[in-house]
């Protein structure tokens, strides 16, 4: 259910770059074309530039930057000058490219439309994984992505030093409040998710007297939700370490590490990919 990935290249199974370049150059260039630049620059004009970074950031998205350019100049030079999962301090130069003039104009948008975006997530994700550094905790993203993006969005995460929880419905089983009110309880929860056969079965409680029912039916894994550190504790000396644990809700960057101390195994957090800002990378030509 989860899954670690070293940074460092494009690593994003299912991921169909040539398709996603596709759709994002139609969206933006239109039927029509980029009429300011086929106005503007000769045909045959050439023109080099570096893509850099103006904050201090952890990269990702630069191989699909790369595609975007290569997709309207398949003969254009591209220099990495960095790699995605490197920090790069504010000033740093992360690709040099030389192609022609017009589409390099015309791939610009979307080529740093992408790196900005999931530099941003990969660099927040950065700080949150520094904040719990030495506790043990580990952090996980969550499904909070934008629709259509989630597999770029976890890639920054990882990026970033987060490790993926799951990707699709399909991909795990999480009992959360709803399917529990619905389900008649905790246990009956459990008990139905048991009995289809499934496994590895994590549960959603809020409160201390759900984690002896969810144990004694058969949870794998419990997530202890909106729980403060001082419950987090309480509720952490009754599992006694029979489950893996994790802690989710209520956390950012100013709450995780006292979170992170009370001795959860996990720290999921959506902000990562709901609320990180986009990182100030420009591409400069000359």
């Known amino acids: 259910m989860t899954v670690r990935q ?37 045909a045959d004009a050439m023109l080099s530039a570096v893509m850099d970074t103006r904050d201090s950031v952890t990269i990702a ?24 999962g490197n920090k790069a301090a504010a000033g740093t130069g992360l690709m040099r490219i030389s192609g022609n003039a017009r589409a390099l104009l015309t791939a610009e948008r979307s080529a740093l439309n992408t790196v900005q975006h999931l530099t941003g997530i990969a660099t927040l994700t950065r700080a949150y994984v520094n904040a719990i550094a030495g506790t043990g905790a580990i952090l996980l993203d969550t499904r909070k992505t934008l629709p259509g993006l989630r597999l770029l969005e976890k890639y920054a995460t990882r990026m970033g030093g987060a490790t993926n929880h799951r990707m699709r419905l399909d991909d795990g089983v999480m009992i959360k409040d709803n399917h529990i ?17 499934l496994r590895d079965i994590v549960v959603e409680v ?75 990378i420009g591409l400069d030509f000359g």
């Open 61 to 84: 998205g630069l191989p699909i930057a790369a595609a975007f350019f290569r997709a309207l100049d398949p003969d254009c030079t591209i220099e990495m000058l960095a790699r995605d």
């Open 206 to 280: 809020d409160s201390i007297d759900q984690i002896a029912p969810a144990l004694a039916a058969g949870a794998d894994r419990l997530l202890l939700d909106n729980m403060p550190p001082s419950l987090l504790r309480a509720a952490l000396a009754v599992i006694g370490g029979r489950v893996p644990t994790e802690a989710s809700g209520g956390v950012n960057l100013q709450t995780i590490r006292a979170i992170a101390e009370t001795g959860v195994t996990y720290i999921s957090v959506g902000r990562i990919t709901q609320s990180a800002p986009a990182a100030d």
């Open 181 to 197: 009110a619905v389900a008649g309880g905790v246990e009956a929860a459990v008990r139905a998710a048991k009995a289809a056969g």
């Open 6 to 42: 070293s940074p460092g290249v494009l690593d994003i199974r299912g991921f169909d770059i040539v398709g996603f370049v596709r759709m994002i150059l139609a969206e933006d260039i239109g039927e029509g074309g980029d009429r300011t630049s086929a106005a503007v620059i000769p």
